[in-house]
């Protein structure tokens, strides 16, 4: 058995295990299926160490929620109409953001906590169950005393089969114990992944590292939202813009960094000042900065969030899909959902969410001023188009192979977000849950995954992970929709819940690197 074996390997290769055991037909073949279980690596990890995690985790709740209240106090007095930090915001609305930082940080902790008692719950009843499966295979082994010989193999005497039962029989609990506790132990390890990684991403205010913009500035920055749906769901810079955003900050110029101080402190509302910072991550030239501010200048915060954000994340119940469009237009490949344009259509879409000024392109026009459905979707089409032939589509706008795929991928989201794209294959169940940690990881700190889905026709379409929350993922397709899916529904083909009967199975991601 190997060392680096995989929670997965060891389910697949303990269900297997339960299938040879139960229909073993020789003394011999029973033996060696024993001996194979007995073998496979048992659920790891320290119960006490998780139970003592989840204590410190839960204490700093206490913490956190003394904080807030502290924080509360100061809100509540009152506050002079005082301007602080290097970009002018309002000593008021930072005292408001920190109240909802702590709110967010006393969830975080909980959460975190919570997670780690889950996962320590799942490991001591996984270990028992393997500790009593184990028992019963090597009960089951002494049954069966020692190897048959060549020649007792082949005649079986009646006492020897009643026995070689009894033993398979004993040998079947124990082998299907271990096996559960393997899924159990598989299952907690990965949804406790999920929710730590969550909420990692949630501590957001620590995300930008920058000498060059003030504390307070960070954590107004870190807390605006577009305005529509759940706040939490919709903030516009991610954690991996705020990451980026710091780092390029501490790259300018003196003469850069001034103007982009500029730019900030002049900003009419916390959404404008997000949406210069965001695309300053997605890796603009202060220049290029300078003529995106003088058109969303005064603009308010409603005609932001419909020109530079195209998708609204919503809370809505599992399945239930949500059109993405603009004044009427949906974000839809072809303009109508006709062409098949599927790949260089969710990776436009993907793009605008990423980069402000690639999307006010496309929304507003050279002018960015342009509120106008039509012109929307004429730009919108060549766009699509234009990807389209980059990454070597096929004619008639039909169609684009992994290659092509994974190039434009690189090309048009990862210049935005600092990602390579690399393709992995999604064979079986197990290899989509397999990759699902990494999916989850990278959709919570803002970084869209391009999947592919089939049906049993061969018939595929392209669309994008956007989001995750809890168990469930936030795909765009580029028919014009977004829908959450289960991680179940990714997992064992139910994509047809984001697109439609003839295509239920996850086939390919393309995870950033």
Sequence with gaps: ???????????????????????????????????????????????????????????????????????????????????????????????????????????????????????????????KKDSDGRAAL????????????????????????????????????????????????????????????????????????????????????????????????????????????????DQLSDQDEAAMERMLARAGTPQERAYLMKSLA?????????????????????????????????TDSTGVTTNVDFDGQGWTQGGDGQEGTCVASSTVTARAMADPL??????????????????FRKRLIAE?????????????WDGMDTEGQEHIADSTIGSATGDDYAKQDLDDADARRDVLPDIERAVAEGRPVPVDVRGDADEGHAMMIIGQEGDRLEIYNSWGTTTWVTEDDFINGHMDKASDSRLPNADTVFLPQ
Excluded at 32 to 55: M, N, Q, W, Y
Excluded at 151 to 169: C, G, P, T, W, Y
């Design 138 to 249: 090597r009960k089951a082994r002494t049954m069966l005393g020692d190897r048959d010989g060549w020649f007792d193999d082949l005649v079986e005497k009646d006492d020897e089969e009643e026995a070689r039962l009894r033993a398979r029989s004993v040998a079947s609990t124990g082998v299907d114990l271990v096996h559960q506790a393997a899924v159990t132990a598989d299952d907690a390890a990965r949804a406790a992944a999920r929710d730590l990684d969550k909420w990692a991403a949630e501590a957001r205010a620590g995300k930008m590292v920058t000498g060059d913009i003030t504390a307070a500035d960070r954590l107004m920055l870190a807390d605006t939202s577009t305005g529509g749906g759940d706040p939490e769901l919709n903030e516009i810079l991610t954690a991996n813009d705020l990451e980026r955003a710091g780092q390029r900050m």
């Design 384 to 396: 699509q188009h234009r990807l389209h032939e980059e990454g070597d589509g096929g004619d008639d």
């Design 282 to 314: 997605a890796g603009h030239s202060v220049h290029d900065i300078e003529t995106f501010d003088g058109k969303i200048h005064g603009k308010d915060r409603a005609w932001l969030q419909r020109h530079l954000s195209p998708v609204v994340m919503q």
């Design 1 to 127: 058995m190997s060392d680096v074996e995989s929670t997965t390997d060891r389910r697949r290769k303990l269900a297997d295990l339960c299938d040879q055991i139960s229909s073993a037909g020789s003394k011999n073949d029973l033996l060696d299926a024993i001996d194979d279980a007995l073998g496979v690596c048992a659920p790891v990890g320290d119960v006490a160490t998780l139970e003592s995690l989840h204590k410190r985790y839960s204490d700093q709740v206490d913490d956190a929620e003394r904080l807030g209240k502290r924080i509360g106090k100061v809100a509540k007095q009152g506050l002079p109409q005082a301007w602080v930090g290097d970009t002018r915001v309002l000593a008021s609305q930072v005292v408001l953001a920190a109240q909802r930082d702590a709110t967010q940080m006393v969830e975080a902790f909980r959460g975190g906590a919570k997670a780690l008692l889950q996962l320590a719950d799942a490991l001591g009843d996984a270990k």
């Design 358 to 375: 690639y999307a006010l392109n496309l929304t507003g026009g050279p002018s960015g001023q342009e509120d106008d459905p039509a012109t």
